[in-house]
Structure formats: structure tokens, C-alpha cells
């Protein structure tokens, strides 16, 4: 039977940690299917849990670092797989050159369209002189990569995949509407252009709440430009909670004022929960967001717009509803797991 293993730097919470456990999951409906996690002390057990039932075999390599390389090295000179995929700069980087070693084709996953400069020059060369190929999980960030000097050929393009889509979410009418943004606390995230068009909405619409859901560096400057801006008690900020579906799901807006995404797997869990999204137009998000249809989409840094279109939202009880219906089929149509699957099995069988 055919081989595939997946490298991935970690398990931690996050979108690429997440689409690398989905891929495993999809491709072992058809191979023997090896997942490596090459930092294995960092694994968050909702990962675990969504391959509990699948026959994907985990192997989290845990040691020094040097002897974390070696151990993983060792793994695919066990394994032999027909094709490596890998996801993250260190795993890509490393990836290749397992794959170079043992003549094993790989393949390496962009997860964004903005990469610091030193990684940009680290995932230019990975791609252009040691992988198979590398796959973008947006167009716009094939775009990107391939004016940035990868090689076209080298490119392709699958989006991330939302694995079990819910069933309608039924919202009453309330006194109080809910914003949400769910991301890492990272400068691509934007949340001072969030906070900053919050606090114009509350201005106009008191009825207005606004949750913040994530983690990470920018903690404590994210709870500083909540005190800045005056809305401390407009205002949660939950620390990488375990129920954020639910969350979604007691929400009525969704949020997103990041400068920099792929295929952003928040707005599409925003989407699964039946959501009408307002965003910024980056990445892929205009083939996500059909301005009028499932929300509005804005220009970076907007804080005018992005507020004008939250009140729209917060002041019409039924377009939040139509716009919600219409991300919930947006997401059914174009990133079912199914088709995430087929996309990358027709990859494999054009490299084997």
C-alpha cells in the first residue's frame, strides 16, 4: 500500500497545525498514512482527539533538538513513504532535504501570503531548489509567492478544508448583539484596527459586546488598547478557551482585521456557525466573503468602514440571518473535507 507521512513542527493551537492534522485524516482514507510531529512536547490534545478514530499513526518525537533531527530522520528512513508532505518553514526546510536524501518527493505548504523576509528567502529557496512542489492554501497567496520570485512551476493551489460542517444555528433577536474574533495575538491579526472600530460601534450602538478569543505574545497589548480605547466593559477576552464553537455559535458577528491570511480556518469556523463575517480584503477572503451576500469586506486598517458595517449588522436582526445562511452554504459548496481530499490525492497520484 502507498506511504504518505505528513512533518510538522508541533501540534500547538493554529490554523496550519490544524489543516496538517485534516490532511492526515483525509489522506489515510486511502494510504497508510504516518503523521511526525518533530517538536512532540507540544501537542494540544484536541488534535489527538480528532484522530482518535482514524488510523493515521502519530509518532511525537520528543529530545533535544539535535536528537529530535535525528530521530526523525530515522522515522522516514524506516517509513519510506512515496511522498512527504510537510507544513511551516523549519518542517518545509527539513522536509526537502529528508526528501533529497531518500529520493522521496515532497511537498511543502504555504500557510499565509506575508512572511517576515528572512522566512520569505528560507521558503524561496526551499521551494525553488529542494521540494517537488509547494502548495499555497489560497490563489492570492500563489499570487503573491510567485511574484516574490518562487517558481511557478513549482506552485500550486488547495484551500484548507472545514471538516464537519453543523447543522443551521438558530438565533432569536436579542438586546444585546455579539461581535467575536477568534486568532493569535500576533501583529498580522490587526486587533488595534478591531478594538478601534469596536469602540466607534459602541459608540453609536451600546447593545454591541465584543469577544476576543486567542492567545499569545501580544496578550497584554491587546488588553492595554482595550483600556485605551474605553471599553473595558463592552469587552471579553478568553484565553484559549476549549468551547469556542459554542462561542461562534452564541455570537452574531463575525470580525476579522487581520493584514495578512491564506485561507483563514477562523472564518470559515465563523461560517460553519452560521455567521454573517465582516473582514479585511486579504488572502483569499474575497472568495470567502461575497460582499452583500455573507458580509463586507474592507481595506486594512479601515476603522470607519469596518465600524459603519458592524452597526449596519448590529441595527438588522434579519440580514444577520440571510447573511448567515449564506456562509453556512458557501462553506458546504467550496471546503468540504471531501473535496480537500480529492485535491490532494489527484497531487499524489501525479507524483507516484
Not at 489543516?19 to 498514512?33: H, I, M
Not at 513549482?154 to 486568532?183: H, L, T, Y
Request: charged residues 20%; hydrophobic residues 45%.
Amino acid at each position: 500500500m502507498i506511504k504518505i507521512t505528513i512533518i510538522v513542527k508541533n501540534l500547538a493551537s493554529g490554523g496550519a497545525e490544524k489543516q496538517a492534522v485534516l490532511l492526515a485524516k483525509a489522506l489515510a482514507t486511502r494510504y497508510t498514512t504516518h503523521l511526525i510531529v518533530w517538536n512532540g512536547v507540544t501537542v494540544h490534545d484536541r488534535y489527538l482527539e480528532m484522530l482518535a478514530d482514524s488510523p493515521v499513526e502519530v509518532h511525537c518525537v520528543k529530545g533535544g533538538y539535535f536528537a529530535r533531527l535525528f530521530a526523525v530522520k530515522k522515522l522516514v528512513s524506516k517509513i519510506r513513504p512515496q511522498v512527504i508532505f510537510s507544513s511551516l518553514t523549519a518542517a518545509n526546510f527539513f522536509a526537502s532535504i529528508l526528501g533529497v536524501m531518500y529520493k522521496i518527493p515532497v511537498v511543502t505548504s504555504l500557510r499565509c501570503t506575508w512572511f517576515p523576509k528572512h522566512k520569505m528567502v528560507a521558503e524561496r529557496f526551499t521551494t525553488n531548489w529542494l521540494a517537488t512542489l509547494t502548495v499555497a492554501n489560497s490563489n492570492t497567496g500563489k499570487e503573491v509567492f510567485i511574484a516574490a520570485g518562487f517558481k511557478p512551476e513549482k506552485m500550486e493551489f488547495i484551500p484548507n478544508c472545514f471538516e464537519k460542517i453543523d447543522p443551521p444555528v438558530e438565533r432569536r433577536e436579542s438586546d444585546v448583539v455579539r461581535v467575536i474574533s477568534v486568532g493569535r495575538f500576533v501583529p498580522e491579526k490587526d486587533y488595534n484596527t478591531a478594538i478601534k472600530a469596536i469602540a466607534e460601534a459602541v459608540a453609536a450602538n451600546k447593545s454591541i459586546r465584543y469577544d476576543i478569543v486567542g492567545y499569545g505574545a501580544l496578550e497584554d497589548e491587546v488588553r492595554q488598547a482595550v483600556k485605551d480605547a474605553g471599553i473595558e466593559d463592552y469587552v471579553r477576552i478568553l484565553i484559549n478557551p476549549n468551547n469556542i464553537a459554542e462561542l461562534l455559535r452564541q455570537a452574531d458577528i463575525y470580525l476579522s482585521t487581520s493584514i495578512s491570511e491564506g485561507t483563514s480556518n477562523a472564518i470559515l469556523e465563523a461560517m460553519n456557525a452560521d455567521l454573517p463575517i465582516v473582514a479585511t480584503n486579504v488572502g483569499d477572503n474575497k472568495c470567502m466573503v461575497q460582499p452583500s451576500d455573507n458580509g463586507f469586506l474592507h481595506t486594512s486598517g479601515d476603522v470607519e468602514s469596518i465600524a459603519k458595517s458592524i452597526c449596519t449588522l448590529a441595527s438588522d436582526y434579519p440580514m444577520r440571518c440571510r447573511m448567515g445562511i449564506v456562509s453556512k452554504r458557501v462553506l458546504s459548496q467550496n471546503y468540504s473535507a471531501d473535496m480537500f481530499g480529492t485535491h490532494y490525492m489527484n497531487l499524489i497520484e501525479k507524483l507516484i
